[in-house]
């Protein structure tokens, strides 16, 4: 079964410095028919103003990956961690038995433009932890590019669940196909560009959950960049 999550119906709220939309139920939004899909819980996708951000919060028993797709994000941390993540930049937090942390926009005139993902984890009360990685762009040209893992596999980061992110650019007029593995469902989230899932027409900004098929394929006259999450 393949079953669209238009980018237009998910929850939206424009607070100024802020541009979000929500995927799955989040903050002020609910949605009964999407709280989550197995272990993805949160897919939200973030434009903040220079200059402007989220202050220090906390975060418990949770795996949280965000994706910068333009501009900067300024990470701080209880763990002591004070990081740039740049455009093309991946970061993995996990919360575990508490971590707070504050992540704000540098540039003063650059607009940040972001997904932000939290995944349930696999055991409660773990330690807490950080790591953030730029994965090279030429290795998912037209192919899936392993970015976070259980075991940090080829160099990807470590996510503490029984999931796997993969990242796609399917550049114009090619196409990508996928093959899934028995009693594992996929999740794809259209990042940028459109195209095609099989028949179904995508484009930024959609998710797509797929369940009890074995394989896919994705194609596209103008070019399309892809994340995946292939779950338990």
Partial sequence: MIRLRP????????????????????????DSQHVHFRTLRVINEDWVAPGQGFGEHPHRDMEIVTYVLAGQLQHRDSLGNGEILRAGELQRMSAGRGITHSEFNPSAREPLHLYQIWLFPAEKGIAPSYEQKRFDPSGRANRWQLVAAPTPEGGSLQIHQDARLYLADVSPDSALAREIAPGRRVWLQVLRGSGRLNDLAVTAGDGVAISDERHFAITSRDGVEVLLFDLA
């Fill in 7 to 30: 980018a237009a119906e998910r929850g939206s709220f424009d607070h100024g410095w802020l541009r979000t939309k929500h995927t799955f139920s989040f903050g002020d939004y609910r």
